[in-house]
C-alpha cells in the first residue's frame, strides 16, 4: 500500500520527476513500484532502466522488483545496473566508435598504478597513487591532459597532466580502459555521436536514478543524453544525505534539474517508516542548521519511543566500555540480538578501543567499512606463528609464517616442500626434520627452512618458563618484524599504526596469560578461538561497527553513535580547517548516523581521546549536538535506569523490586 506522496510520484509518468524521499520513506518502495506502472503503461521491460551507485543496491533493487512483477521473464530484461556498469554495456556495444575494441580491458587499481609508475618512469607506489587520484579528480571534472595542464597550479599538477598523457597513450595501446573511463567515455560517446546517442534514447525509453544527490557533474551529463529532450526519467535522492562530495558528488545537480527541466514534476516523500518520534526530532534539529534546497520535515506514525540518550565519557577506552555496557543492557533487558546493534563512528581509527573492549567481553561484532582488528595483516602475520606453535600441522599457518618475513624462502621451494609432505604423509613442518628433504628443495633452502624450525623449537623449549608477552616480543624482535612493517608500509603514519596495532596484540596476550595463569603455548591454543570470534562476526548474530559513509542505506533497532566530538564529527584538524561546504557535508553524515535508528539512539563524546601513536588530547562536544540537545525532552536519568532493571528482571523471571539506589549505567 502506497502513502499519497508515494502514489502520486508513481502515477507521475508524463515528464521528468523528482522524488525528494527523506531518509526511511520508502525511496525503493516508489522505484520498484513505478517499474511495475511503466510495464502496465506499455513499455518493454528491455526500455526501461533503473541505475544506482553500488552492485549490493542494484542487486537488492533487481530482487524486489522480480517479487512485485508477476513475470519474472520481465524482470530479467529490465535494465537494472550501476553507472559504471551501464557505462560498460555502452562501451561494449558502441565503443568502436571511440577506436575501442569490443573486448577491451578493464584496468584494476594495482595495474592502473604499474601503468602510471611506467608512464612517470618510479618506482614509487606512493607517487603512483597520488597520481592516479589527481588524474581521477580531473576526469570527474571532464578534463582532458591539455586542459589539466593548462590549469595546473603547481609543478605536482604540471608533472601529473604529462604523467597522464603517457597514461592514455598506455591506455590505447593496450586496448584498456579505467574505473573513471567507464563515465567519462560514454559520456563523450553520446555527446558526439548522435546517430548512437539517438539509438540509445530509443533503446531505454524511461530512466530511474536512485541516490540522485550522489551523482557527479559527468552522471549527471550522462543522465541528460541518455533521456534526451522529452525527459522520460525520475531521479529519487534526498539533500539531506548528499555525504560523497568528495569523490565528485555535487549538489548542483539537484539545484540544476528545474533549471533544464521547467516542468519538472517535485514530490517530497516525508513520512518515516524506520524510526520512532523521539529519533526524527534530534534529526531534524541536527539538519535544520543546513541552507535548504528542498525543505522538508520527517515524521513517522511509530509513535514517541524512547528518549534520545548522549553520553559523556572521559575517555575513549570509557567510552568503549559504556558501549558494552549498553549493549549487555539492551541483550539482558530487552533480549535483542546482537545484529539489532550498530555502533557507528567518523572515522576507523575510532574502531580500535571499541574492538578491544567487545573482545574482552566475548561479545562478537562484524566491521563494515573497515577492518576488524583480527583482518589486519599484521595481526595475522603474529597469529600464524602462535597457531603454528599450538599446532605444528597447521599448514596454512607454516606457510604465513615461514614467509614473514623473508628468509630466501620462495614460493619454488615451498611447493617442492608441499610435494615433499604429501608424498611422506606429513604436515609441512614435519617434513623439515626429514633427511630427505635436502634432495626435494635443495640444500641452502634446506638450511633456511631449518633454520626457522630451529627457531620455532626454541620457542616452544622457552614457553614452558618465560613470561607469555615478554617471550613473544622476543620472538617479533628476533625476526626483525619492526624493520619488516616499516619497509612494507606506505609511510611512517602508516608503519607507526600497524606497529601500535601490534602491541596491542602483545598486551593483550600478556594481561590474558597473566590473569589466566598460563604461559604463551596456552595462550596460542586460544588465538583460533580468538580469530573465530572475528569470523564470527562475519556471521548473522555479531554487532556492527561501521563508519557512517558505510552506513548509508542500513538500519538497525538500536545504534549508538560514538565520537561527537569537534574535530571528529564535524572533522577538521589544523591542517585541513572545516569550510562553509564541509561544515555542511559533515551535519549531513551526522543526519545520516541518527538515520540509522529505529527504536533507540545513544550518542556520546568523550572529555579526551588518545590517537594511535600520539598522547592525549582534550576534546569540546560536536557542535552538533548542541543543535540536537534543542529537541531532547528533559528526562530523569536515575528513573530511566530503575525501569530498565525492573524490565530486565522480569524477563528474567525475578519478582525482586530494584534497589532505590541503584544508578544509571
Request: proline share 4%; hydrophobic share 40%; net charge neutral.
Amino acid at each position: 500500500m502506497l502513502n499519497a506522496a508515494q502514489e502520486r510520484a508513481v502515477a507521475h509518468l508524463g515528464g521528468p520527476c523528482l522524488v525528494i524521499a527523506g531518509a526511511g520513506s520508502g525511496k525503493t518502495r516508489v522505484i520498484t513500484h513505478k517499474i511495475g506502472r511503466l510495464l502496465r503503461a506499455g513499455y518493454e521491460p528491455s526500455q526501461i532502466a533503473a541505475i544506482t551507485f553500488t552492485n549490493k543496491a542494484a542487486a537488492e533493487m533487481r530482487e524486489r522488483a522480480r517479487d512485485l512483477l508477476d513475470d519474472r521473464k520481465a524482470a530479467k530484461q529490465l535494465v537494472i545496473s550501476t553507472f559504471h556498469a551501464l557505462g560498460v554495456r555502452i562501451l561494449r556495444e558502441d565503443g568502436q566508435a571511440l577506436g575501442l575494441k569490443q573486448q577491451f580491458s578493464i584496468l584494476d587499481s594495482d595495474d592502473v598504478a604499474s601503468l602510471l609508475r611506467e608512464a612517470g618512469g618510479t618506482t614509487e607506489i606512493k607517487q603512483a597513487r597520488a597520481w592516479a587520484w589527481r588524474i581521477s579528480q580531473w576526469k570527474s571534472a571532464l578534463l582532458d591532459p591539455r586542459q589539466a595542464a593548462a590549469q595546473a597550479r603547481d609543478p605536482e599538477d604540471v608533472q601529473a597532466a604529462k604523467v597522464w598523457e603517457r597514461y592514455n597513450e598506455s591506455l590505447a595501446a593496450y586496448q584498456a580502459v579505467d574505473f573513471d573511463d567507464l563515465m567519462v567515455l560514454p559520456l563523450r560517446l553520446l555527446r558526439d555521436h548522435e546517430d548512437v546517442r539517438e539509438r540509445w534514447n530509443q533503446r531505454l525509453r524511461y530512466v530511474l536514478v536512485d541516490e540522485y544527490q550522489d551523482t557527479s557533474d559527468a552522471q549527471y551529463q550522462l543522465l541528460r543524453l541518455l533521456v534526451g529532450t522529452n525527459g522520460r526519467f525520475t531521479a529519487v535522492g534526498d539533500d539531506d544525505q548528499s555525504i560523497y562530495g568528495w569523490r565528485g558528488a555535487t549538489l548542483d545537480n539537484l539545484r540544476r534539474l528545474p533549471e533544464d527541466y521547467p516542468n519538472l514534476e517535485i514530490i517530497k516523500l516525508e513520512q518515516n517508516y524506520r524510526s520512532t518520534n523521539a529519533i526524527l526530532r534530534a534529526a531534524n534539529a541536527v539538519i535544520a542548521s543546513n541552507p535548504k534546497i528542498y525543505p522538508k520535515r520527517l515524521w513517522s506514525e511509530h509513535g514517541e519511543g524512547d528518549p534520545v540518550e548522549v553520553r559523556e565519557a572521559d575517555s575513549d577506552e570509557d567510552e568503549a566500555e559504556r558501549i558494552v555496557a549498553r549493549l549487555q543492557a539492551l541483550r539482558g533487558g530487552r533480549g535483542c540480538q546482537w545484529s539489532d546493534v550498530a555502533v557507528l563512528y567518523r572515522a576507523n581509527h575510532q574502531s580500535r578501543p571499541i574492538e578491544q573492549a567487545l573482545r574482552r567481553a566475548n561479545i562478537p561484532y562484524a566491521v563494515s567499512g573497515g577492518q576488524s582488528f583480527f583482518e589486519r595483516a599484521e595481526i595475522k602475520d603474529v597469529c600464524s606463528y602462535l597457531r603454528l606453535l599450538a599446532n605444528p600441522d597447521d599448514d596454512p599457518a607454516f606457510l604465513r609464517a615461514v614467509s614473514t618475513p623473508k628468509r630466501g624462502i620462495g614460493a619454488t621451494t615451498l611447493k617442492s616442500l608441499g610435494a615433499f609432505a604429501s608424498q611422506w604423509k606429513v604436515s609441512m613442518f614435519e617434513a623439515l626434520f626429514r633427511d630427505a628433504v635436502v634432495a626435494a628443495v635443495g640444500a641452502r633452502q634446506a638450511d633456511s627452512l631449518r633454520e626457522f624450525a630451529r627457531l620455532m623449537h626454541d620457542i616452544d623449549w622457552r614457553e614452558r618458563t618465560a613470561p607469555a608477552g615478554e617471550l613473544l616480543r622476543e620472538l617479533l624482535e628476533s625476526i626483525g618484524f619492526e624493520a619488516y612493517l616499516r619497509d612494507n608500509s606506505d609511510n611512517e603514519r602508516e608503519a607507526t599504526q600497524r606497529l601500535s596495532n601490534v602491541n596491542d596484540f602483545c598486551d593483550w596476550i600478556a594481561r590474558k596469560a597473566q590473569e589466566d595463569n598460563v604461559g604463551l603455548k596456552r595462550i596460542a591454543q586460544t588465538v583460533a578461538l580468538i580469530t573465530q570470534l572475528a569470523e564470527r562476526g562475519r556471521q548473522q548474530d555479531a554487532v556492527t561497527l561501521s563508519t557512517l559513509h558505510a552506513a548509508k542505506g542500513l538500519e538497525w533497532p538500536h545504534v549508538w553513535l560514538a565520537g561527537c566530538d569537534e574535530g571528529i564529527l564535524p572533522l577538521y584538524t589544523d591542517d585541513r580547517p572545516l569550510t562553509d561546504s564541509g561544515l555542511e557535508e559533515e551535519r549531513r553524515l551526522m543526519y545520516v548516523g541518527v538515520t540509522r535508528a529505529r527504536q533507540t539512539l545513544s550518542l556520546s563524546h568523550c572529555r579526551k581521546r588518545r590517537p594511535a601513536g600520539r598522547g592525549g588530547k582534550t576534546y569540546e562536544p560536536s557542535r552538533f549536538l548542541a543543535e540536537l540537545r534543542a529537541e531532547l525532552p528533559k528526562t530523569d536519568g536515575r528513573a530511566q535506569a530503575l525501569a530498565r532493571l525492573q524490565a530486565m528482571r522480569k524477563r528474567l523471571g525475578s519478582n525482586e523490586a530494584a534497589p532505590e539506589a541503584e544508578a544509571a549505567p
